[in-house]
């Protein structure tokens, strides 16, 4: 059993940054692997970058340039550390963790970035 907290969300203006903190309870180094999706207002959820256990990252298109990932094993904590933050980035993003056979969602929290 995994449970994954965020915090960091916020206010923000366009060209902004703001840096989303996962939390997970219990060792995260078998969590493979850890990331991020966001849902926007009537949109589907969507992915926004993952991390692998080994640090492998991959990234959603909209994404890449701007935004980092990472991951302290030792403080099990995911990261993402937004940058140039646009409009389009204003969503509810959720920590996402898949340890097999189950998948783990946090809570949410919310980015509102304004023009």
């Known amino acids: 059993q995994v449970q994954l907290v965020e915090s960091g969300g916020g206010l923000v203006q366009a060209g902004g940054s703001l840096r989303l903190s996962c939390a997970a309870s219990?060792?995260?180094?078998?969590?493979?692997?850890m990331g991020w999706y966001r849902q926007a207002p009537g949109k589907q959820r969507e992915l926004v970058a993952t991390?692998?256990?080994?640090?492998?990252?991959n990234y959603a298109d909209s994404v890449k340039g701007r935004f980092t990932i990472s991951r302290d094993n030792a403080k099990n904590t995911v990261y993402l550390q937004m940058n140039s933050l646009k409009p389009e980035d204003t969503a509810v993003y959720y920590c996402?963790?898949?340890?097999?056979?189950?998948?783990?969602w946090g809570q949410g929290t919310q980015v509102t970035v304004s023009s």
């Open positions: 219990g060792s995260i180094f078998s969590i493979n692997p």
């Open positions: 996402y963790a898949a340890l097999f056979p189950n998948d783990y």
């Open positions: 991390i692998s256990s080994g640090g492998s990252t």
